[in-house]
């Protein structure tokens, strides 16, 4: 089966490691960790909506069960018991380890049309609606609960690089204090991510940015530097802030530049 191939990737070595690491097994004869890790993957690739509609795709195959590595078909309150008791940290080592595995594989193979030197990556978030009355612990709206999942995604390679899961409240500039700065790379970010402090942050990490400006952007032009209308160039200078508390956070120059794109017919500024 697919779902066989595909788990042939995932060393049980690696996650035996991991396992050992946080004493996962502990006392455990049957419904091992990776078990879990097997039922938890079977949902995902297979794109069901719950935990009951994995368990019930299980049970409905319970004749090839075996031959995925599960072996006996476990109930829904088995794997949620696991789910809520085992430490979480087994799957995020083990996860971690399966992205620089497939990182590896990318490292020749450049998806993007520049080449650059340094790492290239875009931060941005995505917002989960969830039922307020079951999760009032992610607080979103006066009617609504929702969680955040802030993810730094290397462009390179297509492949995440950091993700952070934050309750539905919080402003995504906030993950810009916890995300990874890789000397020499790039960032790229929405107007969501301006903050000249953090941004001042990047800078000083040796590393480069580039974010949409917003509006009311208060600054006076230093340089500029030839148009490029080919290329969508229709401005391109050094400014400084001037604005009394963005020139404080950021007090050396930054490169503003106009960009017309022809194909949605619209006009940035980043």
């Known amino acids: 089966m697919a779902f066989t191939q595909i788990m042939d990737f995932a060393s049980q070595d690696i996650f035996k490691v991991c396992v050992k690491r946080y004493n996962g097994n502990h006392k455990l004869k049957e419904f091992t960790c990776w078990k879990q890790f097997l039922c938890l993957a079977f949902g995902q690739l297979t794109h069901r909506e ?17 031959h995925l590595g599960i072996g006996k078909v476990v109930n829904k309150s088995t794997l949620s018991k696991a789910n809520e008791k085992r430490d979480w940290h ?70 995440p690089e950091f993700i952070f899961i934050s309750e539905g409240n919080v402003h995504d500039v906030n993950v810009m204090d916890i995300i990874p700065v890789q000397k020499g790379s790039y960032y790229i970010m929405d107007k969501a991510y301006v ?7 990047i800078k000083q990490d040796k590393a480069y ?48 530049i106009k960009f017309y794109d022809s194909e949605y017919d619209r006009t940035f500024v980043f």
């Open 50 to 66: 719950s935990m009951s509609d994995t368990m019930l795709c299980l049970k409905l195959n319970a004749d090839k069960v075996y």
């Open 90 to 159: 087994i799957f995020q080592d083990f996860g971690i380890k399966l992205i620089e595995q497939a990182k590896s594989l990318y490292e020749s193979d450049n998806q993007l049309e520049i080449k650059l030197k340094g790492g290239v990556f875009a931060l941005d978030s995505t917002t989960v609606d969830l039922c307020l009355e079951v999760f009032m612990w992610a607080p979103f709206r006066s009617t609504k609960a929702a969680i955040k999942i802030h993810t730094l995604l290397d462009l390179k390679t297509s492949i």
């Open 195 to 201: 903050d000249f402090a953090r941004l001042y942050n």
């Open 209 to 256: 940015f580039v974010v949409r400006a917003k509006e009311n952007l208060q600054f006076t032009r230093i340089e500029s530097r030839p148009k490029n209308r080919s290329l969508g160039i229709l401005c391109d200078q050094d400014i400084l802030l001037t604005g009394i508390q963005s020139s404080e956070r950021y007090p050396e120059r930054l490169r503003r």
